[in-house]
């Protein structure tokens, strides 16, 4: 299942780049993208786990960039 989600205030384009690398990282996702630029974030998952691999991507963005909101 692949989603696409609008990011609000994402800083740079190197708390980018430290957001894809660490989402890649996580079980279950098998593709991500994160664009500074358009500030948005498209992820493919797997579909049963979808919801608890966007859990995760939360948490892992947090801690990257804290002030960045992806809206679910």
Sequence with gaps: MK???QLED???ANCAAKMERAIAKIEGV???SVSFLSQRLSIEAEEEQFEE???KVVKVC???E???IIHR
Excluded: A, Q
């Design 3 to 5: 989603k696409v989600y």
């Design 10 to 12: 994402l800083d740079c």
């Design 30 to 32: 098998e593709s991500v």
């Design 53 to 55: 691999i966007m859990d």
């Design 62 to 64: 947090k801690k990257v």
């Design 66 to 68: 804290p002030d960045c």
